[in-house]
């Protein structure tokens, strides 16, 4: 099973909460989460794009880095893992993320991805001026294709004279290609977005919610399954979740119901308000889910609890047919990478010690 970590590369991680862990991002906490990341073997790190946060009294996402500029950072000073940028279509034209992600695989041979975001919070586009209008929630996943075919034209021929309905190429040039695959993530929760991923990307992450509730993931990873075999793809599911942990279960437990206690409902509420602007979402899209949450800090899968009560229930999602990996977030993250990579791998068997899987 694939590793991955997702970086707090927006203030206070994914606990929207006033009494959880209040921190600041950084280049500092980012490189310290991705070199122990890297150390204990995880296969990749991923760093999202907020552009517009949720505010409240946490302030929550308020204050985010900027997704490329920060993976060619760690590129520098990362050997092993792989890293992946994320970018919000409709803020950046597809040849200058082409030029980008090239650059950076010269920084990282191999080692560079790009997440494709279709963009759900009109609010961020809108402060700039270049929100399309209510209508690009129905067509958003044209738009994308429209923009990934013209990313792989570039990366793999050097030039690109698409010709659509989003985009139009004239001999459209980036040079050098990258050095290596760009791999391609989505998070595609919707069978629209579902299909997609299976069609155009690599990787898609699913979502699954509750507290350490592994069966609600499978009819997720069945969905996607079923869109590949209509595509004829292999696009390969990897699951967003949350890990608190600690030396018993009652003291995980105890953690989690502290940040209950702390939810920012104003922000909660902000965040509705955006995706409530969707009124065509399907039940299973971000939104949808969204909107349908409970007031709680996270609408992500979370396992709360013990060292060996989570490496057990790691093992229980190594087993869902058609999971590849996980990407995992902590309440702290540098002491949740170090609780995770010293006491949970030891004792997960789906997850061989990095010396022996070298």
Not at 67 to 81: H, K
Request: with cysteine.
């Amino acid at each position: 099973m694939k590793l991955g970590v997702f970086l707090p590369i927006g203030n206070n991680g994914w606990l929207i909460s006033t009494t959880s862990p209040q921190y600041m991002p950084s280049f500092e906490l980012s490189r310290d989460v991705t070199l122990k990341a890297e150390k204990f073997g995880f296969d990749f790190a991923l760093s999202m794009i907020k552009l517009r946060g949720f505010g409240g009294p946490s302030r929550y996402w308020d204050f985010n880095h900027e997704s490329f500029t920060l993976m060619a950072g760690l590129a520098a000073v990362t050997t092993r893992i792989k890293l992946f940028a994320s970018v919000a279509v409709l803020s950046i034209p597809p040849a200058l993320i082409a030029r980008m992600a090239s650059t950076i695989s010269s920084i990282a041979p191999g080692r560079f991805g790009v997440n494709i975001v279709t963009g759900w919070q009109k609010a961020e586009y809108e402060q700039m001026g270049i929100w399309p209008g209510e209508e690009h929630f129905a067509r958003r996943y044209e738009y994308g294709e429209e923009y990934v075919t013209v990313l792989k034209d570039l990366w793999t021929t050097g030039m690109s004279n698409h010709k659509g309905q989003y985009f139009q190429m004239t001999d459209c040039r980036v040079e050098p290609k990258p050095m290596g695959k760009i791999d391609l993530i989505s998070a595609g929760q919707s069978n629209r977005g579902m299909k997609f991923a299976a069609e155009y990307t690599d990787y898609n992450f699913i979502s699954a919610g509750g507290i350490n509730d592994v069966s609600q993931v499978a009819p997720h990873t069945a969905r996607l399954m079923a869109a590949n075999t209509e595509a004829g793809k292999s696009c390969e599911a990897m699951l967003l979740m949350m890990v608190i942990a600690d030396e018993t279960d009652e003291a995980a437990m105890a953690k989690w119901k502290h940040y209950v206690a702390g939810t920012d409902l104003e922000a909660l509420a902000w965040r509705d308000g955006q995706a409530a602007a969707d009124v065509k979402a399907e039940a299973h899209s971000t939104v949808g889910r969204m909107v349908r949450s409970e007031r709680e800090p996270t609408t992500m899968l979370r396992l709360v609890g013990s060292y060996e009560t989570v490496a057990k229930q790691m093992d229980e999602l190594a087993a869902v047919p058609g999971l590849s990996g996980v990407m995992l977030t902590f309440d702290d993250f540098l002491i949740g990478m170090e609780q995770f990579g010293t006491r949970i791998m030891p004792l997960m068997k789906s997850r061989l010690p990095i010396a022996q899987a070298a």
